[in-house]
């Protein structure tokens, strides 16, 4: 059975940080590439960034750019998504998601997907 598992996500001041989690069991990580998305209430789901099974980074997003480094380790099953200096802005919940291969900037190319985890930026 396929699952995507996000996990880290909570409540942080602005200028705080969290790596946010995307653990993923049934299928072999190593083939595939995870995608990050987020979507904030009342907006679009936005791309955040993707790393492909090679481990190439893409970044999707402006707002995110030198903040967000994605990560994975196939060992572990797992891919991660540092959030450092966080905004008000980034509060939303994140999803990540499984494409066979290379990266894609559309939520609906992708084969699998997590159920999402919040992440809240107030002081």
């Known amino acids: 059975q396929v699952q995507l598992v996000e996990s880290g996500g909570g409540l942080v001041q602005p200028g705080g940080s969290l790596r946010l989690s995307c653990a993923v069991s049934?299928?072999?990580?190593?083939?595939?590439?995870i995608g990050w998305f987020r979507q904030a209430p009342g907006k679009d789901r936005e791309k955040i960034s993707c790393?492909?099974?090679?481990?190439?980074?893409?970044y999707f997003t402006d707002s995110v750019k030198g903040r967000a480094p994605i990560s994975r380790d196939n060992a572990k099953n797992t891919v991660y998504l540092q959030m450092n200096n966080l905004k008000p802005e980034d509060t939303a919940v994140y999803y990540c998601?499984?494409?066979?291969?290379?990266?894609?900037?559309?939520?609906?190319?992708?084969?699998?997907y997590g159920q999402g985890t919040q992440v809240t930026v107030s002081s």
């Open positions: 049934g299928f072999t990580l190593g083939s595939y590439a």
């Open positions: 790393i492909s099974s090679s481990g190439g980074a893409t």
């Open positions: 998601a499984a494409r066979k291969d290379h990266c894609s900037a559309y939520w609906f190319l992708y084969d699998y």
